[in-house]
C-alpha cells in the first residue's frame, strides 16, 4: 500500500473516554494543517462530527481509514499557540481537549450556515417610476416610496425598509411576487458597537500620581519579556486612565491587547469609554451576543482589523495575533472563575497566553484578590500602588450604623432612621443615591404557621423566594422553576402562609411608601430583560432620570456616576456568614466597591452601612479603605488554616437523579483515593475531605454529593487526579457523572 497524508484529529466534543487522536485521510490536493478545524465522519453510523488537527504525516496506513469529508477555512484555524493552550487547560484542569477547543471556536465559526439577512433589492429593468400603474391598493403611495428608494440605494436590509416605510411583513413577499423587487439572503458585517458614540475624545493628562504608575508599568512592558503586575489604587484613584495609557503604547509598538471586565453591566460603559478612546479598533465579546454577533467578531480580531478586544471571561481565548498586554479590571471579581462547562479561571488562562507571547499581564482592583496581593507582596507580581483619588475628588465620609434599635421599634423595616433622614436630604439637594441590596426577590421563604413547614423547589432542595408583581410568585434561583403563591400550605392545608426575610424588591416597595416623589430604577437579575437593558438602566441613572439606583452587586463596581454623593448598604451582613473561607473577603471587597461609587466628583460623598454587628472588624476596614490591614488579618488566618493561597482546592462532584447511585459511585471514589495515596501514589501529600451533600443537594432532580481535596499542585498530583478520574468515568465503574472543579468560585 502506497502513502498517504494521515491527519490526526482530535474531536471538539467527545467523552473523556474517548478524548484522543483518532487517524483520517486526507481529502486529495485540499490543504490539510495542523489546527485546522475539519468535518469528519466518527463511529459506525459516520454521524458527521468536528475536530481539530493535530498532526499531519505520510504513511503507510495499517487499515482503511475514514476521508476528511470537509475542511474549514484557515481564518478559523487554532494557531499554535491556541493548540499549546487546549493542551494545558487539559493538563491544570482536567477537561477534554475539545472542551478547551469549543471555548476558544464558539460554535458558529464552525458551523456551515452563514449568517445571513433579508435585503430587498430593485429589479432590473424595471423603472420605478411607471411600475404601480393601474395598481389600486391602499398602500400604493407606501409601495412607491419604498421602490423610488430601492432605486437609489440598489439594495437595504428587509428591517430597515419596513420602519422606513410603515410596511408589514407581507410586503416584501407581495411585491416580489408582482416582479417588482427581489427578497435575497445577504451575509453582513453585524457591529455590536453600533449602539455606542463614535466620535473619539479628547485624551486626558495624567495627574502626577497616575504618571508615576504609568511608568512603572511602562517600564515593565517594554521588557519585551513575560510579565505580571497589580495595580492597586483606591477607589476612584483613576487606575482606568493609566491601563487606557498602558493600552495606547501596548497599540503604539504594534502589538494587540486584550480588556476584560467582569459583568455585562460594565462593558457598556468600558465599550463607550475604549471606543471614544480607540475608535473602530475596539471589539466586544460577552455572553450577550448574538451567534452572528459572535461569528462576525471572531473574523474581525483573526483577521487583525480589530487590535482591542474588549469583554467578559470568555473574551481571554479572542484569537488576537502579536498579544502585548492583557488587562484584568476589578481583578478580585468571582465572575472571572466559571462554574458551569469549561471550568477555568480566565486570571490563569492570561497568565498563560502572556508566558507564550511575552506579554504583560495587568490586574487591577481596589480591593484585589487574596491570592494576587500574597503573589505581590511575595514578588511574583510587581505591585504598583496608587493611594490618592484623582483630581479634587475625596473619600467619602462612611458611618456604620447598627440596624438593631430600628429593628426592635420596627421588626420588618429595612431602611434605618439615620439613611432614611441622609436619602432624604439628597431628594432635597437633588442629588443621587446608590442603594446595596444584595439579595433578589420579595421575601426569603414562604413557611406555614400552623405546621411549620417551609414551601421548597420540587426539583431543588431549597426554599423559594417570593417574588412580587401583578401576582406573586414564588421561584427557585436555583432551576427556574416558578408557581403562584399557593392559598393554602400544600402540607396540612392551613391558609395561615407567612413570608419571611428580605429582599430587593420589598426595599423597592420601602421606597415608594416612604418617598413617593422619587425616581427609583432596579438593577438585578430580575429586572433586565435584553441584552442592553443594563446598559439602558445605567444610562437613565447617568443622565439623570432617576433619583435612587437601588440593585444587588451589579451597582457595586467600576461604574461612574458624577452625581452620586450617598450610597447605603443595607444589610451589609448578608454574606458575611456563608459557609465559604471567603466569606469575609467577599463582604470586605463588596462594601468598599460600593461605597467607592460615592462623591467621584467635586461633591463630597458620604456612606452608610446598616449591620447588626458593628464591631465587626470587616466593616471599620471597609469604611476606611484599609485593605493592608484587612490583608494582613486575613492571610495570617489563611496559613493557620493552611487555605490558599498556602494549597490549593479541588472539588470532585458527583451527580445523578437516582439517589442511590450517587451514593454509590461516592463509595468508589473514595475507594479509589484510598487505593492510590496508599499504592502508586503514596508520595503524594494532600488531605480528602468528604465525602459530603452538595451544598444544594438535589438541583433540578439531580443528587450531588463531592469530595474537597487541599493539595500542592505538580506533576504527580495531576497524574493521580487523571488516573481517578479516567477510572471512575469508565461506564463500568458506575453510572454516575463526576465532574473535577480545581480553583472552586465557592465552598
Given at each position: ?130 411600475a404601480l400603474a393601474g395598481f389600486r391598493g391602499k398602500n400604493k403611495e407606501k409601495y412607491q416610496a419604498l421602490l423610488d428608494y430601492l432605486d437609489l440605494v440598489e439594495a437595504a436590509p428587509e428591517k430597515t425598509c419596513r420602519e422606513l416605510f410603515g410596511l408589514d411583513a407581507g410586503t416584501a413577499a407581495f411585491l416580489e411576487k ?84 467582569p459583568e455585562i453591566a460594565l462593558t457598556g460603559q468600558s465599550a463607550r469609554l475604549l471606543f471614544q478612546h480607540f475608535g473602530d479598533r475596539v471589539a466586544i465579546i460577552h455572553s450577550a451576543l448574538s451567534e452572528g454577533e459572535r461569528r462576525d467578531t471572531y473574523a474581525a480580531i483573526r483577521s487583525g482589523e480589530k487590535k482591542v ?287 467607592g461609587r460615592a462623591g467621584r466628583a467635586e461633591k463630597k460623598g458620604r456612606a452608610l452601612i446598616q449591620t447588626l454587628n458593628p464591631r465587626h472588624n470587616v466593616f471599620s476596614q471597609a469604611a476606611a479603605q484599609d485593605f493592608e490591614t484587612f490583608y494582613e488579618g486575613e492571610i495570617a488566618l489563611r496559613r493557620a488554616f493552611q ?105
Amino acid at each position: 500500500m502506497e502513502q498517504v497524508r494521515i491527519a490526526k484529529v482530535r474531536l471538539l466534543s467527545t467523552p473523556k473516554a474517548t478524548d484522543r487522536e483518532f487517524d483520517y485521510l486526507c481529502p486529495g490536493m485540499e490543504p490539510v494543517f495542523r489546527g485546522a478545524v475539519v468535518k469528519i465522519p466518527f463511529g459506525k453510523g459516520n454521524r458527521e462530527r468536528y475536530g481539530v488537527v493535530t498532526t499531519v504525516t505520510e504513511a503507510t496506513p495499517e487499515m482503511e481509514l475514514k476521508p476528511i469529508l470537509q475542511v474549514l477555512p484557515s481564518d478559523i484555524a487554532l494557531t499554535e499557540e491556541l493548540l499549546a493552550l487546549c493542551d494545558h487547560l487539559k493538563e491544570q484542569i482536567f477537561c477534554t481537549f475539545g472542551d478547551a477547543a469549543r471555548a476558544i471556536l464558539p460554535a458558529p465559526v464552525y458551523r456551515k450556515e452563514a449568517k445571513t439577512l433579508r435585503f430587498l433589492a430593485r429589479c432590473e429593468g424595471v423603472d420605478p417610476k411607471n411600475a404601480l400603474a393601474g395598481f389600486r391598493g391602499k398602500n400604493k403611495e407606501k409601495y412607491q416610496a419604498l421602490l423610488d428608494y430601492l432605486d437609489l440605494v440598489e439594495a437595504a436590509p428587509e428591517k430597515t425598509c419596513r420602519e422606513l416605510f410603515g410596511l408589514d411583513a407581507g410586503t416584501a413577499a407581495f411585491l416580489e411576487k408582482k416582479g417588482l423587487l427581489e427578497i435575497q439572503q445577504r451575509e453582513f458585517a453585524r457591529d455590536p458597537m453600533e449602539s455606542f458614540a463614535k466620535e473619539q475624545t479628547k485624551k486626558s493628562m495624567l495627574s502626577p500620581g497616575q504618571e508615576k504608575a504609568f511608568s512603572l508599568l511602562r517600564e515593565k512592558l517594554d521588557a519585551d519579556k513575560p510579565c505580571a503586575a497589580l495595580l492597586h489604587g483606591v477607589t476612584g484613584s483613576g487606575k482606568t486612565q493609566v491601563m487606557l495609557a498602558l493600552c495606547d503604547h501596548a497599540l503604539a509598538q504594534g502589538k494587540t491587547v486584550i480588556y476584560l471586565v467582569p459583568e455585562i453591566a460594565l462593558t457598556g460603559q468600558s465599550a463607550r469609554l475604549l471606543f471614544q478612546h480607540f475608535g473602530d479598533r475596539v471589539a466586544i465579546i460577552h455572553s450577550a451576543l448574538s451567534e452572528g454577533e459572535r461569528r462576525d467578531t471572531y473574523a474581525a480580531i483573526r483577521s487583525g482589523e480589530k487590535k482591542v478586544v474588549l469583554g467578559t471571561r470568555s473574551a481571554v481565548f479572542a484569537p488576537v495575533s502579536h498579544l502585548g498586554l492583557i488587562v484584568i479590571d476589578e481583578e478580585q471579581d468571582g465572575s472571572y472563575k466559571s462554574e458551569t462547562g469549561l471550568k477555568y479561571h480566565a486570571r490563569d488562562v492570561a497568565r498563560f497566553r502572556c508566558a507564550k507571547n511575552g506579554a504583560m499581564l495587568l490586574l487591577a482592583s481596589a480591593t484585589p484578590d487574596i491570592e494576587s496581593y500574597y503573589k505581590a507582596k511575595s514578588g511574583t507580581y510587581s505591585l504598583v500602588t496608587m493611594t490618592e483619588r484623582y483630581g479634587s475628588a475625596t473619600l467619602p465620609q462612611v458611618q456604620i450604623i447598627d440596624l438593631r434599635p430600628d429593628l426592635r421599634k420596627n421588626p420588618g423595616i429595612l431602611l434605618g432612621q439615620v439613611l432614611r433622614e441622609e436619602i432624604r436630604h439628597n431628594l432635597e439637594a437633588r442629588e443621587q443615591s446608590i442603594l446595596l441590596m444584595n439579595r433578589r426577590g420579595y421575601r426569603r421563604f414562604v413557611s406555614c404557621l400552623d405546621c411549620g413547614s417551609v414551601i421548597k423547589c420540587p426539583h431543588c432542595s431549597v426554599s423559594m423566594t417570593l417574588h412580587n408583581g401583578p401576582q406573586q410568585k414564588l421561584s427557585c434561583h436555583y432551576c427556574g422553576y416558578a408557581m403562584a403563591l399557593p392559598k393554602e400550605c400544600p402540607e396540612c392545608h392551613s391558609e395561615r402562609l407567612v413570608p419571611h426575610g428580605y429582599g430587593i424588591q420589598q426595599l423597592e416597595e420601602e421606597l415608594a411608601k416612604e418617598f413617593p416623589e422619587a425616581r427609583v430604577l432596579r438593577l438585578d437579575s430580575d429586572s433586565l430583560s435584553g441584552k442592553d437593558t443594563h446598559e439602558t438602566i445605567l444610562e437613565a441613572f447617568r443622565n439623570g432620570e432617576a433619583d435612587i439606583l437601588i440593585g444587588t452587586q451589579m451597582v457595586a463596581k467600576g461604574h461612574n456616576f458624577p452625581n452620586v454623593t450617598l450610597v447605603g448598604i443595607v444589610m451589609a451582613d448578608s454574606a458575611l456568614y456563608l459557609s465559604d473561607f471567603r466569606a469575609s473577603e467577599h463582604t470586605f471587597s463588596l462594601l468598599t466597591q460600593v461605597i467607592g461609587r460615592a462623591g467621584r466628583a467635586e461633591k463630597k460623598g458620604r456612606a452608610l452601612i446598616q449591620t447588626l454587628n458593628p464591631r465587626h472588624n470587616v466593616f471599620s476596614q471597609a469604611a476606611a479603605q484599609d485593605f493592608e490591614t484587612f490583608y494582613e488579618g486575613e492571610i495570617a488566618l489563611r496559613r493557620a488554616f493552611q487555605f490558599p493561597p498556602f494549597c490549593q482546592l479541588a472539588v470532585f462532584t458527583l451527580a445523578h437523579e437516582k439517589e442511590v447511585e450517587v451514593a454509590r459511585g461516592a463509595q468508589r471514589l473514595a475507594e479509589l483515593f484510598s487505593r492510590e495515596l496508599c499504592g502508586e501514589f503514596s508520595d503524594v501529600k494532600l488531605i480528602v475531605y468528604g465525602p459530603f451533600n452538595a451544598p444544594v443537594y438535589r438541583m433540578k432532580n439531580i443528587y450531588r454529593k463531592r469530595f474537597i481535596i487541599k493539595y500542592k499542585n505538580n506533576a504527580r498530583t495531576r497524574a493521580m487526579f487523571d488516573r481517578v478520574l479516567t477510572e471512575i468515568s469508565d461506564p463500568s465503574a458506575g453510572s454516575a457523572k463526576i465532574t473535577l472543579d480545581i480553583g472552586p468560585g465557592l465552598i
